[in-house]
């Protein structure tokens, strides 16, 4: 029977590489690949959707679909995701004759909240104070400091779906019964000062490289923009982001490309000995936080997906330029008409010093859809604010770039 790869062989450019699924993150997976003579075969729903477009192959199947599987298993050495829902049971399938990066047990750990926040805390790093709640009776248990909090889906949640704020334990079983009693956390809302994420790469030689932390802000529970040059945050809070995302990464044994999203706390509001910065959650793929190094780095996180998987040393995360990523929705294209799609001014985007235009081949925007970013880039800091203004303006993407 084929076995999988010995962990330090490498993989050549030339060889396919597999993606479990098959949106804007394969896409510029696929991208990066072929950069560097890779071929790419990619297994989801979209035949002609963002990945699709772009991979040499493309298979149209169920995650689970057992003839799918080993039609990847034959046709290339090495496996990755794209989004952190891919079954961990398929990912371990794959493992037994591919390479599979990140682990099917790494996977498994952080798509679920409950796990997830267990294991965080059982590696020393802070989360919010939360209760799991399986059932109803739960939550007639959970501490009223809680309160008000959000409750969150445990599985399947994505740009604030499957949350809801509540206020009192009676608008938290409503939310629950609303959400279909499926399994839960139950966090409490805390003092945001802002948010900030750290995106990182280990590979099979156990290196590890994090890209500078990057400051996002989430409009509507979306990502709106992404913000890192050197001062940004204090030195001090960004070393241990560093550091607890290299931590958590090490603990999982994760091999790829990973995302820990953080809030920092506003401490005045909280009793001295609260931590101030906590993990909110984990993705065990390239981010949207992390679109900016595309531009603003030698090596993008996708660049580093690939050479994870090929065996190949990491490449330099250093930020070469001040940066700004802004997403662009779908509703840049209704400005006009609520009803009738229009298509964006991207002459006037693409005008401005310094931008770089990524959009995602969608064939139809939708109101909160993503459908592609701008990264910006500019060595003095002012003229970078001013630029992403213009570029918000132009697209009407209302972002929030108040320099702090
Ligand atoms: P998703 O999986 O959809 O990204 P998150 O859990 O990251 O969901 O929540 C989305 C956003 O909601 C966060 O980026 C943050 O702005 C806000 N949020 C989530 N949890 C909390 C919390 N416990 N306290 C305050 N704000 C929160
Ligand atoms: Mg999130």
Known sequence: MQRPPAYD???????????????????????????????????????D????????????????????????????????TEFENVPAQSLKQLSYTIRTTPAASAVAVVQDRISEKS???????????????????DLDTVDKTLFPGILKAARLGYDGKGQAIVNSLEEAKEAFKDLGEVECVLEAKLPLAYEVSVVLARNLQDAIVS???????????????????????PDDLAAKAIDYAEMLASGLNYYGVM???????????????????VVNEIAPRPHNSGHYTMNATSCSQFEQQVRVMAGMPLGDTALLQPTIMLNILGDSWFIEDENQAKEPDWASVLALAGVSLHLYGKAEARHGR???????????????????????????????????
């Open 119 to 137: 294991f965080i805390r059982a590696m020393g790093v802070p989360v919010a104070e939360h209760a799991d709640i399986r059932r109803m009776a």
């Open 211 to 233: 890209y500078p932390v990057a400051v996002n802000h989430h409009i509507n529970g979306i990502l709106s923009s992404t913000t890192v040059y050197p001062g940004l945050v």
């Open 9 to 47: 062989e490498i993989l050549h450019p030339g060889e396919y590489l597999g993606m479990m699924g098959d949106g804007q993150l394969g896409r510029m997976f696929c991208h990066a690949a072929q950069a560097m003579g890779y071929k790419v075969i990619a297994l989801g729903h979209e035949a």
């Open 370 to 404: 993503k459908m592609g970013h701008v990264n910006i880039i500019n060595a003095d800091i002012d003229k970078l604010y001013e630029t992403a203004q213009k570029v918000s303006d132009i697209l009407h993407l209302g972002a929030e770039l108040n320099r702090k």
């Open 49 to 80: 959707g963002p990945t699709g477009q772009i991979a040499e192959r493309h298979i149209s199947a169920d995650y689970e679909s057992a003839e799918a599987l080993q039609q990847m298993a034959e046709s290339v050495r090495a496996i990755t």
């Open 259 to 277: 995302c820990v999203e953080f809030f920092v706390l506003d401490a005045a509001k909280l009793s001295p000995d609260h931590p101030t910065l």
